[in-house]
């Protein structure tokens, strides 16, 4: 019997139950932080322009902590380097999941997301560096506009009511599981002030010991907790970003649960985390980063200054124009088929909502800016890029909400109330028709 060529693989259809659940379950945590966030943000951005706002910089910097250990922190850098270690440990899981179980396991799955994610860092520093280059600005900043803040993007599809169909939801998530990733390779790398080698040896002792206990199925918090303390505060003084300690401990718990297991070790400890993160990690850090100025010289800095205006176009135009491009450089160019149901401008709006790049993009501007009046400047411009690409995401996603809502209503139709959408199980019984047709075929 003669081969029939291969069809090309759907590109943002329906999600393989299993992995929709798990993207529906993070993303609904998501969505809730990422309100908290926008209300973090606001109150910080109305408390540091009112006549209150000595307090405000009085509570940011106010330090506590143990000196003795390098750890007399002040209440901004507590938010910064401590609570964020929780955001980024909960991304490293979905990472690892990710690579595991989900999109990334393998080449041909990963290979779109990837692309899309890396020209969606690229084409921001590049547009970065061009302002910048031609505005004889510093090219100190050149990472703070390639990050996507997840929450904040789901947020806003929440103000906005969207319906978008799970694959774009959880397509937008994968983008930002690689762009995490990114931040955190960025953060590692050029962002490390100074070396202390004794600290850094000391927290891969700490990593190797987490290792151990995992591979010998040691349970219980009283072991996890001290010595995930021990490994943040040696990385701290070790000059690497501690945020890149939470990310180490992440990739080291198990994602596969073992017989016995209802779940694995990492699953369990997102599921205990991430409103943490979401929900106190993320809106303190907000609260404390966010409060800049919003006078009408402070704006026109904004747009007049080579690098606050870098991270707007970056933030803007950048993220839109890479993941987009990516996207469809990558779909042409592999056996990927993007969705019939859908168009290139839905692929479009949602690199535009990939703009917002509130949390990480602040963390990287007060890195490359520390204490500088550029730096909040480049913070009020984060501020803005996320507002503008949040205004044209909503206006170009708002346009197609009918289709959205009409496929979003198929596959959650469940007509027989068995909690499984009717559209899986059809797709199963057609699959199993196909198979023994194919079998008496053969």
């Not at 929440?158 to 930002?176: G, M, N, Q, W, Y």
């Not at 809502?405 to 057609?430: C, H, K, V, W």
Request: a negative charge; charged letters at 15%; proline letters at 5%.
């Amino acid at each position: 019997m003669a081969a029939t060529p291969r069809s090309r693989a759907p590109f943002l259809g329906f999600l393989p139950w299993p992995e929709r659940q798990a993207v529906a379950g993070a993303l609904r945590t998501e969505t809730v932080g990422g309100l908290a966030l926008l209300a973090a943000a606001v109150v910080a951005l109305i408390w540091a322009n009112t006549p209150w706002s000595d307090a405000y910089e009085t509570v940011r910097e106010f330090h506590f902590g143990i000196a003795a250990l390098g750890l007399d922190l002040s209440v901004g850098h507590w938010t910064a380097d401590g609570l964020l270690t929780i955001f980024f440990l909960v991304a490293g899981i979905e990472l690892k999941r990710e690579l595991v179980v989900g999109e990334l396991r393998t080449p041909a799955t990963a290979a779109l997301p990837v692309v899309a994610a890396v020209c969606g860092m690229a084409v921001p520093a590049a547009l970065y560096a061009l302002t910048v280059g031609t505005g004889g600005g510093s090219m100190e900043g050149w990472a703070v506009p390639m990050a996507t803040d997840i929450a904040f993007a789901l947020a806003v599809l929440a103000v906005i009511s969207t319906h978008l169909p799970s694959a774009l939801r959880a397509f937008l998530l994968t983008l930002a599981v690689v762009d995490d990733l990114g931040a955190i390779l960025v953060i590692a790398v050029f962002f490390t002030s100074h070396i202390n080698l004794w600290a850094l040896l000391g927290a891969a002792a700490g990593l190797v010991v987490f290792y151990l206990l995992q591979r010998f199925r040691v349970t219980g918090w009283w072991w996890y907790v001290p010595l995930g303390v021990a490994i943040w505060a040696l990385t701290y003084n070790g000059g690497v970003h501690a945020t890149v300690a939470g990310v180490a401990m992440a990739l080291l718990l198990r994602t596969t649960p073992e017989e016995g297991e209802e779940q694995s070790p990492a699953l369990r400890t997102e599921h205990l985390l991430r409103p943490l993160s979401a929900g106190v990690a993320v809106p303190l850090f907000a609260l404390f980063a966010a409060g800049v100025s919003v006078s009408g010289n402070a704006l026109s800095q904004v747009f007049t200054s080579p690098e606050p205006l870098g991270v707007v176009i970056g933030l803007v135009a950048g993220k839109a124009l890479g993941i987009f491009l990516g996207t469809y450089l990558a779909a042409r160019f592999t056996r990927a088929q993007l969705n019939p149901e859908l168009a290139w401008a839905d692929v479009f709006g949602l690199s535009a909502l990939a703009g917002i790049g509130f949390t990480v993009a602040l963390l990287i501007g007060e890195l490359a800016f520390p204490s500088s009046t550029t730096g909040e400047h480049v913070k009020a411009a984060v501020l803005v890029g996320s507002l503008l690409s949040a205004a044209l995401a909503a206006v170009l996603l708002r346009r197609r909400n009918v289709i959205y809502r009409r496929l979003s209503e198929e596959e959650n139709l469940d007509t027989d109330a068995d909690g499984i959408p009717d559209i899986y199980q059809r797709s199963t019984r057609t699959t199993t028709a196909a198979d023994r047709q194919n079998g008496q075929t053969d």
